[in-house]
């Protein structure tokens, strides 16, 4: 009998739970009544609290998440938690930016690419077109326009001290800002032939460049993933949501892909028309420049509000160089092609698909330009077009319930 128990026992002894010991030979050998009578009492209860139902013991009484220690631990976890997710965001803005910029690009194909698609043209076929010919577009226009680029903004960089020089002799009042601010020195100093300066001028001009064309590798390289796996990246979205709200949110999501993808393009669109338009200008009254400015001109109408204002009094000072009344006239073309962008073009190109109110467009403006620079003015109305469709569908009608 005693063989029995002291076999069954050493049996137990070596049973990996420790259900009748509360303590396994796998753990903490050599075991021994060193350890201390608490530590011993401790572990027959354990063994006492193991059953078949429960091996590892019944859970015990939960904590109180009322209490103030638990409220306490919540709260301290909760604000280390928001201010580890800020650092990371501010650690990680310029790859934020990036992603952004090409997901807003691949929503704005998206039209271009679900066009495409047939029973007999795939969608990897209609993304594999779109990207070819956008990047076809895009290498061809660099192609052609780089050179004469590069070489009028040489030319306007170097001859900037002489153009001041040359508007203060003919127009008076250039001449007393001249002598005020001594502006063709300014322009002097700022393009001088300094080596130390020259050298700093040259890396900076190398870090841009590098920054500028991996910024832009980066961008295609994601524009085209997005645009690749845009039906698993909606699916992916829509699945966020509970199953009895899915349906509307697809109905407001797809309402907002649309708003953004016909800005984006029909914004892309006038923004050539307004540069073709101003370059036509510029040749047929002999104004220098007349290709860097009217890229130039399209670059900067594609910021609203602002980017037209600003590029028509940058071509208007280059005019100035040609003559008064062409630089008045230049004035006078700009005004017209405002008016024929914001009356025309745009009502006709980008129609009704983002309705944003005067005051919302400039309040969107200034403060995406003040976040994000460039970028966030760019954003700035699709992204207001977006919030004000998400507040019109379901924060409103819930306020006019109550």
Same mark, same amino acid.
């Given at each position: 009998?005693?063989e029995?128990?002291?076999?069954?026992?050493?049996e137990?002894?070596?049973?990996?739970?420790g259900?009748?010991?509360?303590?396994?030979?796998?753990?903490?050998?050599?075991?021994?009544?060193d350890?201390?009578?608490?530590?011993?009492?401790?572990?027959?209860?354990?063994?006492?609290?193991?059953?078949?139902?429960n091996?590892?013991?019944?859970?015990?009484?939960?904590?109180?998440?009322?209490?103030?220690?638990?409220?306490?631990m919540?709260?301290?976890?909760?604000?280390?938690?928001?201010?580890?997710?800020?650092?990371a965001?501010i650690?990680a803005?310029q790859v934020l930016?990036?992603?952004?910029?090409?997901?807003?690009?691949?929503i704005?194909?998206e039209?271009?690419?679900?066009?495409?698609?047939?029973?007999?043209f795939?969608?990897?076929?209609?993304?594999?077109?779109?990207?070819?010919?956008?990047?076809?577009?895009?290498?061809?226009?660099?192609?052609?326009?780089?050179?004469?680029?590069?070489?009028?903004?040489?030319?306007?960089?170097?001859?900037?001290?002489?153009?001041?020089?040359?508007l203060?002799?003919?127009?008076?009042?250039?001449?007393?800002?001249n002598?005020?601010?001594?502006?063709?020195?300014r322009?002097?100093?700022?393009?001088?032939?300094?080596?130390?300066?020259?050298?700093?001028?040259?890396?900076?001009?190398g870090?841009?460049?590098?920054?500028?064309?991996?910024?832009?590798?980066?961008?295609a390289? @994601?524009?085209?993933y997005?645009m690749?796996?845009?039906?698993?990246v909606?699916a992916?979205?829509?699945?966020?949501?509970?199953?009895?709200?899915?349906?509307?949110a697809?109905?407001?999501?797809?309402?907002?892909?649309?708003?953004?993808?016909?800005y984006?393009?029909?914004?892309?669109?006038?923004?050539?028309?307004?540069?073709?338009?101003?370059?036509?200008?510029?040749?047929?009254f002999d104004?220098?420049y007349?290709?860097?400015?009217?890229?130039?001109v399209g670059?900067?109408?594609?910021?609203?509000?602002?980017?037209?204002?600003l590029?028509g009094?940058?071509?208007? @000072?280059?005019?100035?160089?040609?003559?008064l009344?062409?630089?008045?006239?230049?004035?006078?073309?700009?005004?017209?092609?405002?008016?024929?962008?914001?009356?025309?073009?745009?009502?006709?190109?980008?129609?009704?698909?983002v309705?944003?109110?005067?005051?919302?467009?400039?309040?969107?403006?200034?403060l995406?330009g003040?976040?994000?620079?460039?970028?966030?003015?760019?954003?700035a109305?699709?992204?207001?077009?977006?919030?004000?469709?998400?507040i019109?569908?379901?924060v409103?009608?819930s306020?006019?319930?109550?």
């Amino acid at each position: 009998m005693n063989e029995d128990t002291d076999r069954g026992r050493t049996e137990d002894r070596h049973t990996p739970d420790g259900a009748e010991h509360g303590h396994t030979d796998l753990v903490a050998q050599p075991h021994t009544p060193d350890e201390g009578g608490p530590i011993i009492s401790a572990e027959a209860a354990a063994a006492r609290a193991s059953t078949t139902q429960n091996p590892l013991g019944k859970p015990g009484r939960r904590f109180d998440p009322r209490s103030p220690f638990m409220v306490g631990m919540a709260g301290a976890a909760g604000v280390a938690v928001t201010y580890g997710a800020i650092q990371a965001v501010i650690a990680a803005s310029q790859v934020l930016v990036l992603i952004v910029v090409a997901l807003f690009l691949a929503i704005g194909l998206e039209p271009v690419v679900s066009w495409l698609v047939r029973p007999w043209f795939p969608r990897w076929a209609a993304v594999a077109a779109v990207f070819v010919i956008a990047i076809g577009l895009l290498a061809g226009f660099l192609a052609v326009a780089i050179p004469p680029l590069v070489t009028q903004g040489s030319a306007l960089v170097h001859n900037a001290p002489d153009y001041v020089d040359h508007l203060a002799q003919r127009y008076p009042l250039i001449n007393t800002l001249n002598t005020h601010f001594h502006l063709q020195d300014r322009a002097r100093q700022g393009l001088g032939s300094d080596p130390s300066k020259l050298a700093g001028g040259v890396l900076g001009a190398g870090r841009l460049v590098f920054s500028i064309v991996s910024g832009t590798v980066i961008v295609a390289v @994601l524009t085209g993933y997005f645009m690749a796996n845009f039906v698993q990246v909606r699916a992916s979205i829509y699945r966020l949501f509970p199953r009895s709200r899915r349906p509307r949110a697809i109905l407001i999501g797809d309402e907002i892909f649309v708003k953004v993808g016909g800005y984006i393009l029909g914004n892309l669109a006038i923004s050539v028309i307004t540069a073709v338009l101003t370059f036509i200008w510029l040749l047929t009254f002999d104004v220098p420049y007349a290709l860097l400015l009217a890229v130039l001109v399209g670059v900067l109408d594609l910021i609203p509000i602002v980017g037209s204002t600003l590029a028509g009094t940058i071509v208007a @000072l280059v005019a100035l160089t040609v003559s008064l009344p062409v630089s008045v006239a230049t004035i006078i073309f700009f005004i017209v092609l405002r008016l024929l962008e914001d009356y025309l073009l745009v009502p006709r190109i980008i129609g009704r698909t983002v309705r944003v109110p005067p005051v919302v467009t400039v309040v969107a403006v200034l403060l995406g330009g003040a976040l994000l620079g460039i970028v966030g003015a760019l954003l700035a109305i699709p992204v207001a077009a977006a919030v004000l469709l998400i507040i019109s569908e379901t924060v409103l009608p819930s306020l006019d319930e109550r």
